[in-house]
C-alpha cells in the first residue's frame, strides 16, 4: 500500500462493507454506526465493539470486550491478526456469534 489516502480508501470501503453486511443480517439487538474510520457496534446491553483503522500502522484494529486484534493486509488482499488468529471476517464473526449466541455469518 502506497499512501495514507490510499489506506484510508480501502479501509473505509472495507468497514462499508462489514457495515452492510450487518445491516442485512437485521439483528435487531445491536446498532451499528460508521463514521471517520470507526465502526461502532453498540449492544442492547451497553457493550461496544470497536473497529477503527490506524493509518500510520496501516492496520486495522478491532476491540471486542477485553480482547483486541490488530489486522494487517496480505499481499492477495485479505485483513490477517498480525498474531496469526485469523482474518477479521471471521474473527469478527465468532466474537459477535459468542455475545449474540448464535451463529452470525458476514
Same mark, same amino acid.
Given at each position: %500500500? @502506497? @499512501?495514507d489516502i490510499e489506506f484510508s480508501k480501502l479501509t473505509d470501503s472495507? %468497514?462499508?462493507k462489514i457495515l452492510e453486511s450487518l445491516i442485512e443480517e437485521d439483528l435487531? *439487538? +445491536?446498532?451499528?454506526d460508521l463514521a471517520m474510520g470507526v465502526l461502532t457496534i453498540e449492544f442492547e446491553d451497553g457493550t461496544k465493539f470497536i473497529m477503527n483503522r490506524q493509518t500510520a500502522a496501516h492496520q486495522i484494529w478491532l476491540a471486542a470486550g477485553a480482547s483486541a486484534w490488530h489486522f /494487517? /493486509?496480505? *499481499?492477495a488482499g485479505e485483513w490477517l491478526d498480525? &498474531?496469526?488468529?485469523?482474518? +477479521?471476517? #471471521?474473527? #469478527? *464473526? *465468532?466474537? +459477535? @456469534?459468542? &455475545?449474540l449466541g448464535r451463529p452470525i455469518s458476514l
Open positions: %500500500m @502506497s @499512501s472495507f %468497514m462499508e435487531d *439487538e +445491536l446498532d451499528c /494487517q /493486509q496480505d *499481499e498480525t &498474531k496469526g488468529r485469523g482474518p +477479521l471476517q #471471521l474473527v #469478527l *464473526e *465468532e466474537v +459477535l @456469534s459468542a &455475545k
